[in-house]
């Protein structure tokens, strides 16, 4: 079975600061591992996704994240925040073999950012 | 179409009555699913549909919940004898993969109220 641990439910920041939202995962296979963004009343966005590549992965609007086996986390990072990343920030995981589960996404309990002006 | 279509937006429904939501995926995508989002929590997921064929269907909380896809595109999930715990919002979302999910695309959801 797979889970998703996004500590804190809720983060601020500056505008013009680091941007850090922690996700530690749990799963007996090769993880796939993604993280979504999602604006208020809409839908989830891909922000980016480790599929066992790269273990740095960059994604859109400047964010990146890093595997790391070791501390079963995918910490996701921006180096300057703008207003305009408000929002909610969901971790996810899903199997990485082909098996039956490998199409199912598990998702955090997400983490609101908020940017301070 | 460009993105993933859900209708409608909004739902308000009293309890014990049924509903059922639409998702419109993107043009030839092969795989659907369904996810359901309760206030302050991440989605959950409960059904998956490749082509026509459901092929998954352990997350579906009770019997009342039915979903289908009889020709490969279009997907309804039908709630009968609504339920106030059922109050959530439905995401839809779809892939042009058959197993992987690398990435759907997800679209704006119906938000579902019963009362």
């Known amino acids: 079975a797979q889970s998703v641990t996004q500590l804190g439910s809720h983060v601020s920041v500056s505008e013009g600061a680091l941007v850090l939202l922690r996700c530690n995962y749990s799963?007996?296979?090769?993880?796939?591992l993604f993280w979504y963004v999602q604006y208020p009343n809409q839908g989830l966005q891909l922000l980016l996704k480790?599929?066992?590549?790269?273990?740095l992965v960059k994604g859109i609007n400047g964010f990146e994240a890093e595997f790391k086996k070791s501390e079963t986390s995918f910490h996701l990072t921006k180096p300057s925040a703008h207003m305009s990343d408000a929002a909610e920030y969901f971790c996810?995981?899903?199997?990485?073999?082909?098996?039956?589960?490998?199409?199912?996404?598990?998702f955090g309990k997400g983490t609101k950012l908020s940017v301070i002006p | 179409g460009a993105g993933v279509s859900q209708s409608p937006r909004y739902k308000v429904a009293k309890r014990g009555q049924d509903v059922a939501l639409r998702c419109d995926p993107i043009?030839?995508?092969?795989?659907l699913f369904w996810y359901q989002q309760a206030l302050g929590q991440g989605p959950e997921f409960l059904t998956y549909f490749q082509n026509e064929a459901q092929l998954d269907k352990s997350g579906l909380p009770s019997d009342r919940f039915f979903a289908e896809r009889p020709e490969g595109s279009v997907s309804t999930l039908k709630i009968q004898r609504t339920q106030q715990e059922d109050s959530a919002v439905y995401l839809c979302?779809?892939?042009?993969?058959?197993?992987?999910?690398?990435?759907?695309?997800f679209g704006s959801g119906t938000r579902l109220t019963v009362v």
């Open positions: 043009s030839g995508h092969v795989s």
């Open positions: 480790y599929t066992s590549a790269a273990t």
């Open positions: 996810a995981v899903s199997d990485g073999n082909s098996g039956a589960g490998s199409y199912q996404l598990t």
């Open positions: 799963s007996s296979v090769p993880p796939y």
């Open positions: 979302a779809s892939s042009s993969d058959r197993a992987k999910s690398y990435g759907y695309t």
